[in-house]
């Protein structure tokens, strides 16, 4: 029945209603301050659903507002619950006070109520109260009493209580005893208030008649109706002790296996007792027994089983005897012996002694060589000791058995130090025992070496890599080479031994260091001159002979920056020269309306180097605007900046380096000139200097300076003339104004021409370099010889340098006649094979040892027959008449008696057996074993021979000076040979030498050095006093090591009256003393008796000992133990460990023996004390069996017994309180929480509540909470152990998706201990970001003429929002393309955000598209991000080739541009090759369809013209004729490299003229007219220009026949002596008097390189200038002539024409292909001479006449000369049509290495000849 406890107000009544409102309204604050408690009381064991109370009325909850209240319990364990509906509590399970509180007085449960909406929390209290559910209980179902029969009447035993788990009334108990005449029950009353039953003896026991008795004790509680419990209570009556024990048989035997394991059983042996009780109750032990047997048995003290403790060993001993002792309680005992016999078992493996071992042995030792002797024995018996030997492993080895167990080791094969440089063999050895034992040793072999290998390269083929420019003596590479081989057959040294370094008779490049295998460099190297060279280099042992191999080493030169580019177009002004016209550059047209990006030229330029080095950029530093213009950094095209304006200057000149991409960067500058104008004849007045007004006063000027120099030709060629006849006339000398062609021309000692000279050309610059004169080489320099391979003896001291040779036969201290190097090393390595020679000729002949051991053998013999002579002799009887008939033997019988003898010796060869005491000194002598074996003393003084044993310790010694064997170590024999009758010490006395070993046998016999000995020297022995007279008690056996005689022989006993000693004779015949009780004891008249024991051994003098006897008398049991204490207390911590004494209780008994002794147990306790705590029987300490809990039961109340051996007893009191210590963390529970929270939720929101708890008291269960970590929560105290987490800012779900908080509960103990729980919360999203892409921009390319709706690229942006939220849609943002709507042209998919192309794109109208895209998510509101979006077309062939010049005819128009559209001019003279025109195309495409091809498609002649593949370029292919039409027309086909191609025709027509005016006559111009009032000074400057002209041909025709004359001389004699010292200190003065032969001589510049030998000089004239300059030095006394001999052959024809001047070398030069030009890349097979001939510049002088004046004359004068000014729009190599708009077919790519030919370059080196004569001749006509 649920009982409230309702709350009154209490207040007075009346009147005072104001002060009653008050107190009710501060009763109620009160209340919600302190929060609603209630409390219920309920019985126990009340069943799950029984009522406790109305909590939700009690409350104040209406059933209405339950649903929304939500009303909870917070209890751990759930014993309620709360129905939903109407909000009553009801029990949820069975509840037992006796498991929730225990032994409590009171018993209550408390939990707490959670109300919500608002949170409210209620205290609610259930109190359990008790029933009398539970009965009392014994601990025991039985209680056992041992009383002696002599226990007086009246003594009173304490039986254990009884424990009732309930409380209160119903734990009340009383006791009742079942009805026995013997016993009685009485209830003393303890201090607790409790009622301790005890039983009282009535009357006396008599075992004989009752030995036991059975009663019931019964407890009662005080419940209602009362429960009960019983126990049975059993008392045994025990005897005295009158009786022994007595053992079943006097002698056990027993049979036990060696390898039996420990612990087994061996024997049991049984004694009998025929007392009761604990004088009945038998222990075994050992008697006097011996150490030993200790520790290799143990007997049962309760069962006599005698196990094995020790391992058992055959071998030390096979035979075990000692005695037991039986005794029982009272202290009686017997005796018995025990024989253990132990059986042989295979337990030892074989063991292995290597008694010699040769190491090292060589590998080439021949087969069968002895390498090792072993020694096997095996210590088993019987087949266990039979022995069988073999080897495992690979090695050349073999296993020989010899005598005596031993066993040779010999090389079964040969031997390679190569493949293994030690040999490891295991030897197993394996007995016949079942299982079969082996045991193994390695042998481990060390071979040495032979000279057998030759070294290995690492590598067959090395590559190294050295940068040009290195500084001589730079390491290039280390080569590697291993020998095999070790020591000085493995040492390697190195060097050359040929290749392509250098070549026969030169120094090499590399040298090679002899001992690392080093290569260096010898001097620095180019890689322009050398990129790679191999070298040989060999590798040599220094073994004798020694062995060698080569390996092949190649050599790459790297490249470096050390050449600066070459600008091959524009040309420089150097090497262009000058223009009559003025123009001295190349020049370059652009037209007026180009816009930017307008192609202008194309700068060339090469680099000498290689790789990166040749990488070129070209930078634009110099411009006239510098706005303008803009060149291409990888390129080098020249392009405009921006569109050409009205303002800019007509000629622009422009300044370009170009930069090479090495470190560091070299540089060079190209200038080039440009022309803004639309059109040739526009950028011509441009050109021209002066204006058309003044050619009148040029003409005069031009006739002023022809007639000046006509007069100055005839003068020179007049003087000439004079000067040569006049040379002529003078034989003495030639004049000194020629002194230049004579002999002292040279600067230079010992100078000299090759015999070749004249057939070289001459380049236009050359240097002179005189290296210093090189020191000289020996001969045998390179290369060096091998460096000689010495042993580090003779590097360090030469020792090895003095020993003789092994083959000398010089004496000692003698050095050989030839001491080197490899005679050492074939010493050293010889000394060996040497001695082994050595000791083998000696063994072959005999050695002194050898016949020495025979004649001691026979000397043996003989002394052993004369002994058994002499005692023959002195015998009488039988053996009287047996020594009269061998006297009477003759020496032939003798002799076959020694024979016999020796024969015997031999069989048992090596066998010594000696004899001697144990305790000797060291050093003591034992056998003479030099003289027994027949060795000799030098022999033993051999380090090889030794003493050995299988002992750890080496007991004999051979003396090397005597040859005796000595005692090395005190021996004692019962320490080497316990219980072994003959003791036999075996030894082996090894001879290395001879590979020999000899067995020696030591018996030590016994000397009388122990005493007997008891085990204890104090016995004691215990008797009841009732012990009957003539009681026998065996006495432990006294001990004596020695044997024989010198063993234990006798005992005698004194002492006292009432004992005597009697012997008695073992089953192995020893002695056993038996003490005989010889009157009867009184324990108060004698408690004790002193006895002296002697025992005596048979020696000479003889030893006793003696042992202490102390027999001690026992008592009666008359005394009960008595506590000291009638109540203990203790207090303890709860944390005190388990296993701690926490107390400890004594009590003390008076009696004697086992009377007295007290064991100690708990009487009353209840069953959770008794499995906490431990009472240990014999101390009375009281452990810890299991830990504490100060929650669980703060004290403990324990009563303890205390009873002896006669059934006497005590009891006491135990208290132990226990104390509380911080041991409990707090524990966190989660009331209620959040598991998800929007990222926008305000501060302050309560996502969790929290409730704390601690079991701990005090301070200890005080608990303070916090949060771990930054997180954006806090935590906030609610109402008593209650918290709630709330939030402390803002969230963001992108930063943090979850959160695991993590609060921490941490209490108030010391130390402190905390507890955690993690709150998981995930954060929901809030649409705040927009989408990101995932590149900032975007960029595709896409072939144009795309088919509709292709795929063009795919972007993609991801939102950091999630779900809906970060859904992404993508669109294009609003644009228009050429007018057109951006859609059109390009969609997107709103899903993918993939981009397709909606329409064919064309590349020639659009090449790139920007648009923007929209990614936009699908949040409320939605968020959006925009990306640019570039797509690049890419270009397809769909345009043809456009021809720009020819233009067609549609285009050309009509006019002066109409007539000379497509028409070129051809001179009739001219060469093949020669440059006719070029068409120019363009293709609208880009890259590689825009690269053009041309070819001839059709021609009038189809032989006479052929056009440039890539150029365009029309030459002609042969020389045209005088049968060929005067007019062409050329079809040529351009087509570009698409796929597929496509092509377009241009038509030019070619006419043959020899000038324009006939060009002019066959096209009909009208140019005639104009040119008719000029004629008559055209004509004088035209026979002006051929009188120059004649006056120069004879004046060079002169020059030509002196040259030759001389030439002709220089083929008769020697040009230069090599020790000539012409030309030194000779001024330029005095090579030629005339100015104009100084000017010609001073032109050139001549590059000469003379090294010390001058005939390895080079000095390469042409053949025009040389041979007739440079003559030799005529003989001091004959005149040097100037026109020679007067040899007619050697003159040259007057008539003949002037030899032409030998064009420059054009090795120097690049072809036609590699020249800069409008086209870039040209024709490799075109060649001609560059810059071309006159012709071209008289055609452009026409042109310009022909402009300028409406009219051209053929006659007129059109000026020579041989400028670079770039020619017409049609003609020049040099020109660049400015209009084209893209050049893209010719491409150049700079840094490129690719290598210029100079193919082409020879080619117009032959061309150039004949054109330089057509310029000459050209010029003529047109001064005509």
């Excluded at 954060?1323 to 892409?1333: E, G, K, Q, S, T």
Aim: overall charge negative; charged content about 25%; some cysteine.
């Amino acid at each position: 029945m649920a009982v409230r406890q309702r709350r009154q107000r209490r207040g007075p009544g009346g009147g005072r209603a104001l002060l009653a409102a008050l107190l009710l309204l501060l009763l109620c604050v009160w209340c919600r301050a302190a929060g609603e408690r209630l409390r219920y009381a309920i019985p126990e064991e009340l069943g799950r659903g029984s009522l406790v109370g109305p909590l939700a009325r009690d409350l104040g909850l209406s059933a209405d507002e339950l649903p929304a209240r939500k009303l909870r319990l917070s209890e751990e364990k759930q014993y309620f619950t709360v129905n939903e509906e109407n909000g009553n509590l009801y029990v949820n399970e069975r509840l037992d006070r006796e498991e929730m509180c225990g032994e409590s007085a009171t018993c209550s449960v408390s939990f707490e109520v959670l109300v919500h909406n608002p949170l409210n929390i209620f205290r609610v209290e259930v109190g359990i109260e008790d029933v009398n559910d539970n009965s009392p209980v014994f601990s025991k179902a039985a209680l056992e009493l041992e009383i002696t029969e002599l226990t007086v009447p009246g003594t009173r035993f304490p039986l254990e209580m009884a424990r009732d788990a309930d409380a209160g009334s119903n734990s009340q108990l009383t006791y009742q005893l079942s009805s026995n005449p013997s016993f009685s029950l009485i209830l003393d009353e303890n201090l607790g208030g409790k009622k301790q039953p005890e039983l009282v003896l009535e009357k006396a026991l008599d075992r004989e008649k009752q030995s036991s008795f059975e009663f019931v004790l019964t407890a009662v509680d005080g419940g209602d109706p009362a429960r009960s419990g019983t126990v049975e209570i059993r008392i045994n009556v025990t005897d005295a002790n009158d009786n022994q024990p007595v053992f079943s048989q006097r002698l056990y035997e027993a049979r036990a296996a060696e390898n039996l394991p420990a612990g087994s059983l061996v024997l049991q042996v049984v004694a009998t007792d025929a007392d009761a009780g604990s004088n009945g109750r038998v222990s075994y032990s050992f008697g006097n027994v011996p150490d030993a047997i200790r520790r290799l048995f143990t007997v049962d003290s309760d069962s006599g089983e005698i196990r094995l403790v020790g391992p058992l060993d055959f071998e030390e001993k096979n035979k075990y005897i000692f005695g037991l002792e039986a005794r029982d309680g009272g202290g009686l005992t017997g005796h018995c012996e025990v024989q253990i016999d132990v059986t042989d078992e295979n337990d030892n493996a074989p063991e292995i002694i290597i008694l010699s071992l040769s190491s090292p042995v060589s590998e080439d030792a021949p087969t069968g060589t002895v390498v090792a002797v072993l020694k096997v024995r095996d210590r088993d018996s019987d087949e266990n000791g039979e022995v069988s030997c073999s080897l495992s492993g690979e090695a050349p080895l073999s296993i020989v058995a010899s005598s005596g167990g031993s066993y040779k080791v010999v090389t079964s094969g040969a031997l390679d130090r190569e493949q293994a440089s030690e040999q490891r063999v295991t030897v197993v050895a394996r007995d016949r025992g079942r299982p079969a034992l082996w045991s193994s040793r390695e042998l481990v072999l060390e071979v040495s070496d032979v000279n057998d290998n030759a070294p290995v390269f690492e590598e067959a083929a090395y590559s190294a890599y050295v940068a040009e420019n290195n500084a001589a003596g730079a390491l290039v590479l280390r080569v590697q080479a291993r020998d095999a081989d070790a020591g000085a057959n493995g040492r390697v040294s190195y060097w050359l031994a040929g290749g392509s370094a250098g070549a026969a008779g030169a120094a090499p490049l590399v040298s090679v260091e002899a001992r690392s295998g080093a290569l260096y460099a010898q001097r620095s190297l180019d890689y322009e001159q050398c990129r790679e060279f191999t070298v040989a280099v060999r590798a040599q042992d220094g073994g004798s002979p020694a062995r060698s191999s080569t390996a092949t080493v190649r050599v790459f030169v790297l490249d470096r920056n050390d050449n600066a580019p070459r600008v091959l177009w524009p040309a420089v002004a150097a090497a262009a020269g000058e223009a009559p016209g003025g123009a001295a550059a190349p020049f370059e047209v652009v037209p007026r309306s180009a816009e930017a990006g307008y192609l202008v030229a194309k700068v060339v330029a090469v680099d000498a180097d290689a790789g990166r080095n040749a990488w070129l950029s070209y930078e634009l530093v110099q411009a006239s605007e510098p706005a303008l213009f803009r060149v291409g950094l990888h390129s080098g095209e020249v392009r405009t900046a921006r569109a050409v304006g009205e303002r800019d200057a007509a000629k622009q000149r422009l300044v370009a380096v170009v930069k090479d991409h090495g470190q560091p960067a070299l540089s060079a500058t190209a200038t080039l000139h440009v022309v803004l104008a639309e059109s040739l004849q526009e950028a011509l007045p441009e050109l021209s200097e002066r204006p058309a007004g003044a050619e009148a006063a040029a003409a005069a000027e031009l006739q002023f300076y022809l007639v000046l120099a006509l007069a100055l030709l005839s003068a020179l060629l007049v003087l000439s003339v004079a000067l040569a006849v006049l040379a002529r006339l003078r034989r003495a000398g030639p004049p000194a104004v020629l002194r230049c062609l004579g002999a002292q021309r040279f600067s230079l000692a010992g100078a000299a021409f090759p015999a070749d000279f004249c057939e070289g050309t001459l380049p236009y610059s050359y240097n002179l370099c005189v290296p210093p004169p090189a020191r000289a080489l020996p001969e045998a320099a390179w290369p060096p010889p091998p460096v000689p391979i010495l042993s580090a003896e003779e590097l360090l001291g030469g020792d090895s340098l003095d020993k003789p040779s092994p083959n000398s036969t010089a004496v000692t201290g003698e050095s050989p006649a030839n001491p080197d190097a490899p005679q050492c090393r074939e010493e050293a390595a010889g000394a060996a094979v040497d001695r082994e020679e050595r000791e083998e000729a000696r063994s072959a002949t005999g050695s002194p040892a050898r016949c020495g051991s025979a004649r001691s053998v026979v000397r043996s013999v003989s002394e052993l027959a004369a002994g058994l002579d002499r005692r023959c002799c002195g015998a009488g009887g039988s053996a009287g008449e047996m020594c009269a008939a061998g006297r009477r033997w003759g020496r032939r019988q003798r002799a076959l008696l020694w024979a016999v003898l020796l024969a015997a010796w031999e069989a048992a060869w090596g066998q010594l057996r000696y004899s001697v005491p144990e305790e000797m000194p060291k050093g003591s002598f034992v056998g003479d074993v030099a003289k027994d074996l027949g060795l000799q003393l030098a022999e033993i003084n051999e380090p090889g021979v030794r003493i050995v044993s299988q002992r750890t310790v080496q007991y004999f010694a051979l003396h090397g000076k005597t040859g005796h064997l000595v005692t090395a170590e005190r021996i004692d024999r019962e320490q080497l040979c316990e219980s072994v009758q003959q003791c036999v010490l075996r030894c082996e006395l090894i001879v290395e030498g001879e590979m020999k070993f000899y067995e020696i046998e030591v018996e030590i016999t016994d000397i009388n050095d122990n005493a007997p000995s008891f085990k204890e020297t104090e016995l004691e022995q215990r008797m009841s006093e009732t012990s009957p007279v003539g009681s026998r008690f065996p006495l432990s056996e006294a001990h004596d090591p020695d044997s024989g005689r010198n063993s234990l022989q006798s005992y005698e006993l004194s002492g006292d009256e009432h004992f005597s000693l009697a012997v008695q004779a073992g089953p192995g015949g020893d002695q056993r003393p038996e003490l005989v009780l010889a009157k009867a004891l009184d324990r108060e008249e004698a408690a004790f008796h002193e006895l002296v024991l002697r025992a005596s051994d048979g020696g000479d003098p003889a030893r006793t000992g003696t042992a202490q006897i102390r027999v001690t008398v026992l008592d009666a049991n008359d005394n009960a133990p008595v506590f000291s204490q009638a109540e203990y207390t203790v207090r303890v911590p709860e944390d005190v460990p388990v296993g701690s004494t926490l107390i400890t209780v004594t009590a003390k008994d008076n009696d004697e023996g086992g009377f007295g002794n007290v064991k100690y147990s708990f009487k009353k306790v209840t069953e959770k004390a008794s499995k906490t705590f431990h009472l240990d029987s014999e101390t009375g300490a009281v452990t810890l069996s299991r830990s504490l809990d100060f929650e669980e039961g703060d004290s403990y109340k324990l009563e303890v017994q205390a009873q002896d051996d006669g059934g006497l007893s005590d009891t006491a009191e135990v208290t132990i309180t226990v104390t509380d210590i911080n041991d409990n963390v707090p524990v966190i529970s989660m009331r209620s929480a959040l598991s998800e929270i929007s990222e926008d939720a305000p501060s302050g929101t309560v996502v969790a509540l929290l409730h704390v708890h601690d079991k701990d008291s005090g301070k200890n269960g005080e608990v303070r909470c916090s949060l771990d970590g930054d997180l954006p929560f806090r935590l906030q105290s609610s109402h008593g152990s209650y918290y709630s987490v709330v939030t402390a800012r803002e969230l963001d779900r992108e930063q943090v998706s979850e959160y695991n908080v993590t609060v921490r509960a941490a209490d108030g103990g010391s130390p402190a201990l905390q507890s955690s729980a993690v709150l998981a919360l995930q954060v929901l999203d809030v649409n705040d970001n927009a989408p990101v892409f995932l590149e900032e921009r975007y960029s595709a390319r896409l072939a144009e003429n795309n088919a509709a709706g292709a795929l063009v690229l795919t972007v993609r942006a991801t939102d950091a929002d999630w779900g809906q939220n970060a859904r992404v849609r993508y669109r294009l943002a609003e644009g228009r393309v050429r007018g057109a709507p951006l859609s059109s042209y390009v969609s997107v998919q709103a899903e993918t955000g993939a981009l397709y192309a909606l329409r064919s794109l064309d590349y020639e109208q659009l090449r790139e598209l920007q648009l923007c895209v929209r990614a936009e998510d699908g949040g409320a509101p939605a968020l959006s991000s925009n990306v640019s979006v570039r797509l690049l077309i890419v270009d397809e062939n769909d345009n043809a080739p456009q021809v720009l010049y020819p233009a067609p005819a549609a285009a050309a128009g009509s006019g002066a541009a109409a007539a000379w559209s497509g028409v070129e001019l051809a001179p009739r003279w001219a060469e093949a090759g020669a440059l006719v025109a070029k068409v120019v195309a363009v293709d609208a495409d880009a890259g590689q369809n825009a690269w053009l091809s041309y070819e001839l498609a059709k021609a009038t002649e189809p032989g006479l013209f052929r056009v440039g593949l890539h150029s365009g370029e029309v030459r002609t292919a042969r020389s045209p004729l005088a049968r060929d039409a005067a007019r062409h027309v050329l079809l040529v086909l351009v087509r570009d490299h698409g796929r597929p191609a496509l092509s377009a025709t241009a038509t030019l027509s070619v006419v043959l003229a020899e000038s324009v005016a006939e060009l002019l006559a066959e096209l009909g111009s009208a140019a005639h007219e104009a040119a008719a009032p000029g004629e008559p000074a055209a004509s004088l400057t035209r026979w002006l220009v051929l009188a120059v002209a004649a006056v120069s041909c004879l004046f060079v025709a002169f020059l030509l026949l002196l040259l030759a004359l001389r030439l002709r001389r220089c083929h008769r004699q020697q040009l230069l002596p090599p020790d000539s010292g012409a030309l030194r200190g000779v001024p330029v003065s005095h090579f030629v008097g005339i100015d104009g032969v100084r000017a010609f001589l001073q032109s050139y510049s001549h590059d000469v390189s003379l090294t010390a030998d001058s005939r390895k000089s080079h000095l390469r004239f042409s053949a025009a200038s040389c041979c007739d300059t440079l003559p030799a030095r005529p003989p001091p006394d004959e005149p040097a002539p100037l026109l020679g001999d007067g040899d007619p052959a050697g003159a040259l024809p007057a008539d003949s024409a002037p030899l032409p001047q030998a064009q420059p070398n054009t090795d120097w030069r690049f072809s036609q292909t590699q020249r800069p030009g409008t086209s870039g890349s040209q024709n490799g097979e075109e060649a001609g001479a560059w810059p071309n001939n006159q012709f071209d510049t008289e055609m452009l002088q026409a042109m310009i006449l022909a402009s300028a004046n409406e009219a051209a004359d053929g006659n007129s004068t059109l000026g020579g000369g041989n400028g670079t000014m770039g020619l017409s729009a049609r003609y020049g190599p040099q020109f660049t049509l400015q209009h084209v708009p893209d050049y893209r077919q010719n491409v150049y790519i700079p840094g490129s290495n690719a290598t210029l030919t100079n193919a082409a370059g020879k080619r117009d080196a032959k061309n150039a000849a004949p054109a330089g004569g057509n310029k000459k001749k050209s010029g003529k006509k047109e001064k005509k």
